[in-house]
């Protein structure tokens, strides 16, 4: 079965260089998370998007931003970038209207800032 | 604001014993979601559990839903060297949209062989 895809998988950046991770959610899912996780931390939401919309913020710096395109995939842009911004980032992708809101995670960028 | 507290953080067992984590929300949830992350790997959606007071079995996990609906536990019975990983459990954040998920901090379990 199709899962979620995330590109690049590893991304190591200098402080204040910009970033662009990369989500391409299940076929037909129609609504896309992004997650930050720390070292030994839960996923923190980020931002969702529902049909292209910006459905939910979470607690995404003003440096970040991202969206969703037609064919539903979605970028998650980080400016500035800071020390503490090495984290996993984890895009996930749900349907909407099947009685669930099951999220299903892909593989992960690992963001490493020097 | 909302939170989803998890205990315990660790767990060691040797292979063979029980498992258990607890959760608890502070607020009421409209349902309450785990995951599995193995080490190295993202979070595996395990299980959805809706109504109070409903349990729900997979094999050797038993997950359960209190009857406030404000608290769920997860029970391995026999835990193998497969079952070693991060358990979380998650519910809905509270006036966000449908999905936002706040998930509680994690039960890392390690098992002895």
């Known amino acids: 079965a199709a899962g979620v895809i995330q590109s690049p998988r590893h991304l190591i950046k200098e402080k204040r260089e910009t970033a662009t991770l990369k989500c391409y959610p299940i076929?037909?899912?129609?609504?896309v998370y992004w997650y930050q996780q720390g070292p030994g931390q839960d996923p923190q939401f980020l931002i969702s998007?529902?049909?292209?919309?910006?459905?939910d913020k979470g607690s995404i710096p003003d440096r970040f931003s991202a969206q969703q395109f037609s064919d539903y995939h979605s970028e998650l842009n980080m400016s500035s970038l800071e020390l503490g911004d090495s984290a996993l980032y984890f895009c996930?992708?749900?349907?909407?209207?099947?009685?669930?809101?099951?999220?299903?995670f892909g593989p992960g960028t690992r963001l490493t800032v020097l | 604001g909302q939170q989803v507290m998890q205990i315990p953080q660790y767990q060691h067992v040797q292979e063979g014993e029980d498992f258990t984590t607890y959760c608890n929300s502070s607020?009421?949830?409209?349902?309450i979601q785990w995951y599995k992350q193995r080490p190295g790997g993202h979070p595996v959606f395990l299980i959805q559990?809706?109504?109070?007071?409903e349990v729900k079995k997979q094999k050797r996990l038993t997950f359960q839903f209190g009857e406030a609906k404000k608290n769920s536990s997860l029970h391995i019975t026999a835990t193998q060297t497969t079952d070693v990983g991060t358990y979380f459990c998650?519910?809905?954040?509270?006036?966000?949209?449908?999905?936002?998920?706040?998930f509680g901090k994690g039960t890392k379990l390690s098992v002895k062989p």
């Open positions: 559990l809706v109504k109070s007071g």
């Open positions: 998007f529902y049909e292209k919309m910006q459905s």
């Open positions: 076929p037909r899912h129609d609504t």
């Open positions: 996930a992708s749900s349907v909407s209207g099947g009685g669930t809101d099951t999220q299903y």
């Open positions: 607020t009421t949830l409209s349902n």
């Open positions: 998650a519910g809905p954040h509270y006036g966000g949209s449908q999905g936002n998920l706040i």
